[in-house]
């Protein structure tokens, strides 16, 4: 009887994409410092830390834009002479630094790679309003899955009725926007690479999918 009187149903993905120009960008980097004497080497690392500390007031970046992660302390070696050979103590402090005014971009990565910073692991340009952007995202996705149902329906001489259930999906890199350079294809930058410019070109995709399952009715 259950089934007898169970809807027909059709259900869709709606998906959408938001093209937004980036207003802030998060620099994720790591100070090392390697030193036979470990009191030496978090003397070393401090000292590091204490000078992008300096750069970061020098170019009016707030103390609540900078946030430092775990430290480790690890010894170092290097292979030489078909063995491994002990190099000191390594301490490592990790550093996330939201950078506000995107076009300092290109100068202060410059200035923070001249400071002997070990490791500059990503560059991840955002929007200060991704919530606006995903809600336009959503809206697009609903539209889109409803115009799906509405076609496919069509096909089979039928036409949809109210939705029994939605579902919003995941789609990674929605929540972190993920920067989208015709020149700049990683976001990772390593000491020394000249790809650090900015030109206020690059785009970042906010993106959402919906699930909807619709009644289906003559």
């Known amino acids: 009887l259950a089934a007898e009187t169970a809807p027909r149903t ?10 937004v120009t980036p207003d802030n960008v998060f620099i994720s980097l790591t100070i090392e410092s390697i030193n036979q004497n470990l009191k030496a080497a978090r003397a070393e690392n401090n000292s590091k830390i204490k000078n992008i500390m300096e750069l970061c007031k020098q170019d009016k970046i707030e103390s609540d834009d900078i946030k430092t992660s775990q430290i480790s302390v690890s010894p170092k070696y290097r292979y030489e002479a078909q063995k491994n050979v002990y190099a000191g103590m390594s301490v490592q402090q990790g550093l996330g630094i939201m950078l506000k005014d995107i076009y300092k971009y290109n100068s202060f990565l410059d200035k923070l790679l001249s400071l002997e910073t070990r490791y500059i692991h990503s560059v991840d340009f955002k929007t200060s309003e991704l919530k606006k952007y995903r809600e336009q995202a959503r809206i697009m996705a609903l539209n889109a899955a409803k115009e799906k149902a509405e ?21 990674p890199d929605s929540a972190i926007p993920y920067v989208r350079f015709g020149a700049m294809q990683s976001q990772t930058v390593m000491e020394g690479s000249s790809d650090s410019s900015y030109n206020g070109t690059g785009l970042i995709d906010v993106s959402a999918t919906i699930t909807i399952t619709f009644e289906l009715i003559d």
């Open 10 to 19: 059709i259900t869709v993905v709606g998906e959408s994409t938001v093209k």
């Open 151 to 171: 076609k496919l329906a069509a096909a089979l001489s039928q036409k949809i009725g109210k939705p029994i259930t939605i579902q919003e999906g995941f789609i």
